[in-house]
T-cell receptor, first 112, second 115 residues
């Protein structure tokens, strides 16, 4: 069985600060896929980034970057120079054979 | 292009009743999944359908059932509603497990309240 843990329930930062959201997962599968989704107050979950389990190269996309470490089963997500519009609930998810297992989310509040 | 559409937006039912939720995927997406999201928690997997066949089922009772139609739209049925079934029901479409790293594209959900 898969499990995703997001230990940070809520984070509050001031605009332009960098913020890192933590994600730790458990799985016995050797091939799996990791995702981050954003759920703004409007409610619709939106895909942000993904990483294959066999590719540990970390990347940057605009203000987003992610750090995947298979040895520690972690898939952390960083927003650089946060903005008020980044305020939302962020979910980490692990996908295997079509089923996605989500963490309980981290609520990010960015204050002006 | 239209995104994933779900209907109805909100629904209020009484315990013991039955409910049907509907979902239309993004054009070209052959896989539809259903998730239940309780306030303060992440989405919980209920079903996945691909090419009209059930491909996965989560830990939900048999009161929950679903089907996918030839046009890839889907329905989720819940019988004998309980108060605990009150939640946001999310439908998501994707390219399917032939593209295993394809992300989920979610609809706005149906807010079900059971009284």
């Amino acid at each position: 069985a898969q499990k995703v843990t997001q230990a940070q329930t809520e984070i509050s930062v001031v605009e332009k600060e960098d913020v890192t959201l933590d994600c730790v997962y458990e799985t016995r599968d050797t091939t799996y896929y990791l995702f981050w989704y954003k759920q703004p107050p409007s409610g619709e979950l939106v895909f942000l980034i993904r990483r294959n389990s066999f590719d540990e190269q970390n990347e940057i996309s605009g203000r987003y970057s992610w750090n995947f470490q298979k040895s520690t089963s972690s898939f952390n997500f960083t927003i650089t120079a946060s903005q008020v519009v980044d305020s939302a609930v962020y979910f980490c998810a692990l996908k295997y054979l079509g089923k996605s297992t989500f963490g309980d989310g981290t609520t990010l509040t960015v204050k002006p | 292009d239209a995104g994933v559409t779900q209907s109805p937006t909100h629904l209020i039912k009484t315990r013991g009743q039955q409910v049907t939720l509907r979902c239309s995927p993004i054009s070209g997406h052959k896989s539809v999944s259903w998730y239940q999201q309780v306030l303060g928690q992440g989405p919980q997997f209920i079903f996945q359908y691909y090419e009209k066949e059930e491909r996965g089922r989560g830990n939900f009772p048999d009161r929950f059932s679903a089907r996918q139609f030839p046009n890839y739209s889907s329905e989720l049925n819940v019988n004998a509603l309980l108060l605990g079934d009150s939640a946001l029901y999310l439908c998501a479409s994707s390219l399917g497990y032939r593209v295993p790293n394809s992300p989920l594209h979610f609809g706005n959900g149906t807010r079900l309240t059971v009284t």
